[in-house]
Each structure stands twice: as C-alpha cells, then as structure tokens.
C-alpha cells in the first residue's frame, strides 16, 4: 500500500508562485512513476507533470511548460512541483499519483492518489 499526503496549496494572485509537496510512504518507488494532476470544477481531470522515480525523466504539459517544474528528493520519498507564474486558469485542485510502471498521462494507469490540494490563483 502506498500512502500519499500533498501540500502547499493556497491562494495566490495572477503571476505569483507555489510550490506543492507529495510525501510518498509505505512501499519502495524504485520504479514507479509519479505524476501530478489537476482537476478544475466541471472538467475532467488533466496531467500536468510526471517524473520517473528512478531515471528522473520528465513530462509537461504544454498548458505548463516553462513555467513548472516537478523533482523528486528519493532520500526523503517526495515529489515536487514548483509552479511560477500562475494564472487564473491554474485554479484547480492539484492531486499527486503513483503508477507502478509505465510513464502515462492517463489518469487512470495511476493507482494511488494523495487527497489533492486546492490551488487557487485570482487575476
């Protein structure tokens, strides 16, 4: 089983900057992928970054290239996701997942899900 616990949401305005964590226990990452999603009122949910435990190779999407950035600190087993300049339509609930293999922007090929963090970015 694998326990995941997200943080560092809160509301910002348009061009400020947040950084969500993701603690990671309960089993060995070796090789799993982690990913970060977010889901805003009334659309479906999105991948926004992912990150091999073990390779460190990444993915964006393009709505956040350039302006995210995800990492992970394996000694501490926990994901990163620095977001800069945000705008209004980052507002969403941001959700940290785990797949056990794989590298894919499914949300369904993820099988635990942390409780999501509310981000909120006024204009």
């Known amino acids: 089983q694998v326990q995941l616990v997200e943080s560092g949401g809160g509301l910002v305005q348009a061009g400020d900057s947040l950084r969500l964590s993701c603690v990671a226990s309960?089993?060995?990452?070796?090789?799993?992928?982690m990913g970060w999603f977010r889901q805003a009122p009334g659309k479906e949910r999105e991948s926004v970054a992912l990150i091999s435990w073990t390779r460190g190779n990444t993915y964006y999407a393009d709505s956040v290239k350039g302006r995210f950035a995800i990492s992970r600190d394996n000694a501490k087993t926990t994901v990163y996701l620095q977001m800069n300049s945000l705008t209004p339509r980052d507002t969403a609930v941001y959700y940290c997942a785990a797949a056990e293999s794989g590298f894919a922007t499914d949300p369904i090929r993820y099988t635990y899900w942390g409780q999501g963090t509310q981000v909120t970015v006024s204009s």
């Open positions: 309960g089993r060995t990452f070796s090789s799993y992928t």
